[in-house]
């Protein structure tokens, strides 16, 4: 069955930390992995989708890793700002599953001042 | 225009009621989706289109009717809801014919039913 586990389910850090988020998945055959950020009552927004043959991708403050032998990927956010507060949802697509995306259930930051 | 556009934003409707939610795209993309998202979990998909035909319904109650008027308008025809429907419905696109590319949601409709 595809799962997708997302670690840790909440998580408060101050402003201008860093902190990591995981997904774990067990999606196959793996086509790609994305980070979504979705705000509150928002649509998700997406941050980086990443490929088998891609280790690390960046997009400003944010930098996923992906670990495709061990079905692993995180989400580094440096020096957090208050607009950070989000969740933050894994979505793996297999290869063959057509339109069918595998969401993970997201990790909620709320970033304090 | 690289923005899936949906209206409105927020919608109160009572149980007798008929409404219908409106997404747009004019990225080209062929695949469009709805979506159901309760509050604190990951959306659900409730349809798919593609090149404006009905591709996939996931055993979504009658209550929701989908329409594909051309390739860039999405609509959802609500009646008779309940309160339980009560969520965030999102619209997504992608390029299509088995692709994910270019994946990208709408803000969003927040929908009450009283």
């Known amino acids: 069955k595809n799962q997708v586990e997302q670690s840790p389910q909440s998580l408060i850090i101050l402003e201008g930390k860093n902190c990591t988020l995981q997904c774990n998945y067990t999606v196959s055959p793996f086509s790609n992995l994305r980070w979504y950020k979705q705000d509150t009552g928002r649509g998700p927004v997406s941050l980086t989708i990443m490929t088998f043959s891609e280790n690390t991708k960046s997009n400003g403050r944010y930098t996923a890793t992906l670990d495709a032998d061990t079905k692993q990927s995180s989400l580094h956010i440096t020096a957090s700002q208050l607009s950070d507060s989000a969740s933050y949802i894994c979505?793996?697509?297999?290869?063959?599953?057509?339109?069918?995306?595998?969401f993970g259930k997201g990790t909620s930051l709320l970033v304090t001042p | 225009d690289t923005e899936v556009t949906q209206t409105p934003k927020h919608l109160v409707m009572g149980m007798t009621n008929k409404k219908s939610l409106k997404c747009e795209q004019h990225?080209?993309?062929?695949?469009m989706y709805w979506y159901k998202q309760k509050a604190k979990k990951p959306p659900e998909l409730m349809f798919v289109y593609s090149y404006e035909k009905l591709s996939i319904n996931e055993s979504v109650p009658s209550r929701f009717s989908p329409e594909c008027p051309n390739s860039s308008l999405l609509n959802l025809h609500l009646h008779a809801l309940q309160p339980e429907d009560s969520a965030l419905y999102l619209c997504?696109?992608?390029?299509?014919?088995?692709?994910?590319?270019?994946?990208?949601f709408g803000s969003g409709t927040r929908l009450t039913v009283v």
């Open positions: 997504a696109s992608s390029q299509g014919a088995g692709t994910d590319y270019g994946y990208t």
């Open positions: 990225m080209g993309h062929r695949a």
């Open positions: 979505v793996v697509r297999a290869s063959n599953s057509g339109y069918a995306l595998n």
